[in-house]
């Protein structure tokens, strides 16, 4: 059985792939996903790809309010990805929504930019405290952090590399 990070890494490879390739090639975009995990755990990662994109809309939209500037279709595409897969998490009460931030920082960390973990981390704080709030739970004790300055990504230049 493959760790909740792995199965999450794998989940991201997919939502990034379905928002490139569309949900059309589902059975290809699996089969593309880590040959050591376990066809119960790659049927996981899948679920948990596919809710993030079907609700991709609204996490496009809490993004747009928390970072006018850089709304999705500015972003990167593995930064919205991360997002995205984030948000799901939060909103779904799948995890813990402090853990999905943190989550969602780590694989900001592995598979973009260097600026990209500030940026994540500044959005998704934003999200987390309306999150928490709707939750009636308090905000983290961390103060609001701005959004970071990130530069627009090059046209044709896939950030995902592993």
Known sequence: MSSPRNIRKAALQALYQLDVRGDQDTGEIEATL???LSDNDRRKAMELAHS???????????????????????????????????????????VNPKIAVNEAVELAK???T?????FVNAVLDKILRK?????????????????????????GVGPLET
């Open 34 to 36: 880590d040959e050591d």
């Open 52 to 94: 993030a994109f079907a609700g991709r809309r609204e996490a496009d939209l809490a993004v747009k309010i928390h970072a006018p500037t850089w709304p999705a279709h500015r972003q990167p595409a593995i930064d919205r990805a991360i997002m995205r897969l984030a948000h799901y998490e939060m909103t779904s009460g799948r």
């Open 110 to 112: 592995i598979f973009s």
């Open 114 to 118: 260097e600026r990209s973990p500030s």
């Open 131 to 155: 999150v928490l709030a709707a939750k009636g739970e308090p905000a983290p004790e961390t103060p609001e952090i701005e959004l970071p300055a990130i530069p627009p990504v090059e046209p």
